[in-house]
């Protein structure tokens, strides 16, 4: 890391993804990654390579993600305060222990699917997270500006800022946002109100990103299943990966496209015959749209509004009295 400024991926990190990228294709990458000024970043998530860690108790992707993003909520309301009118409730914080699922505990589960193909019965294990969509709808809704797609392709949002309202969940094709109740700023507002907690998700380790570090499910991988890049080599790869096997890829037209690529030896028509689509178990509809209804400027201030003052107000003051915590969004947004 040079500095601050301008944090490097570690050259341990760089082997990573160069020593699977050579072997199968190849192809150069540079010989180090900048999180800032390499620009944006892809992942890559090869299902011909997960095999679920089926020899460990939690695949170690879980568990890494899970050991960097404990804590990272505070003690929950002892009285948590019922919304008006919709008086839902969510509240995970005595089953921070669930791993089969998305909620605000546990940004990242395996999928097992079952598949059979020309008679042959086949498992795959599809790891599920936010795929970082280059054009979130997710971000673009949130009123309170608490959601960013930044510069270096992690989709983030700002705990501090956000009322967990959930309309990020509701344009996400794959509702991967979850929602705490009884934490955040909502409750130093109007509690019975407005807000209803905080929303969770996967940040791509966006902190690890800004210090030249991997994320870490990707750091720990045994199978290298995952990868992170400069966006041209990562799409780059897909292609090469699944032209070898004869696969698929998903992400590149997804929600208007992703920041997340997974290539599949089957199709994803068939892994998404698999999936639930239960809250927190998305599925993997091929070709799904953009949930564009409601996100223009005009949408936001109708879904803001009539509170949206007073909430301002009292979060400035929520703010200056924390005096710890930064209000402003990270220097590096779109
Ligand atoms: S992505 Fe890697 S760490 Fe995660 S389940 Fe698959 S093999 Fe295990
Ligand atoms: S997957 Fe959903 S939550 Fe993640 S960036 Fe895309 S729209 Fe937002
Ligand atoms: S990138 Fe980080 S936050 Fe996202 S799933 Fe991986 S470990 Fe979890």
Request: aromatic share 6%.
């Amino acid at each position: 890391m040079n500095s601050k400024n301008t944090p490097e991926i570690s050259r341990r990190s760089f082997l990573r993804i160069s020593a699977g990228a050579a072997a199968l294709t190849g192809i150069h990458l540079p010989k180090a990654v900048r999180a800032e000024s390499a620009g944006a970043l892809a992942t890559l998530i090869d299902l011909s390579l997960c095999d679920g860690c089926t020899d460990r108790n939690m695949p170690a992707c879980v568990q890494a993600c899970r050991s960097i993003n404990a804590n990272k909520i505070s003690p929950v309301a002892e009285r948590i305060p019922e919304p008006w009118p919709r008086k839902t409730i969510e509240d995970w914080s005595k089953k921070q222990d669930v791993t089969n699922r998305l909620t605000p505990y546990n940004y990242l589960f395996v999928h097992r699917a079952e598949i059979t193909v020309n008679g042959e019965r086949q498992t795959l294990f599809v790891p599920r997270r936010c795929m970082h969509c280059d054009n979130p709808a997710c971000a673009t809704i949130c009123p309170f500006s608490a959601n960013h797609k930044n510069k270096n392709g992690a989709v983030v949002i700002d705990p501090d800022q956000c009322f967990g309202g959930a309309k990020c969940r509701d344009v996400c094709p794959w509702e991967i946002p979850q929602r705490q109740s009884g934490v955040g700023i909502y409750l130093h507002i109007l509690p019975d109100f407005m807000g209803n907690g905080v929303m969770y998700k996967c940040d791509l380790c966006n902190d690890r990103l800004k210090e030249g570090k991997m994320p870490g499910c990707i750091e720990v991988c045994p199978r290298n299943a995952m990868l992170i890049g400069p966006r041209k080599e990562i799409e780059a790869e897909a292609q090469a990966r699944a032209g070898k096997i004869n696969g698929h890829i998903y992400g590149q037209k997804e929600n208007g496209g992703t920041a997340t690529l997974y290539v599949s030896p089957v199709s994803f028509e068939l892994l998404n015959q698999t999936m639930t689509g239960k809250p927190g178990q998305p599925a993997m509809k091929p070709g799904v749209e953009r949930r564009m209804a409601g996100t223009d400027p005009l949408g936001k201030a109708v879904l803001a509004s009539p509170v949206l003052g007073l909430a301002l107000a009292g979060a400035a003051g929520w703010f200056s009295r924390r005096g710890d915590r930064k209000a402003c969004q990270e220097e590096d947004h779109d």
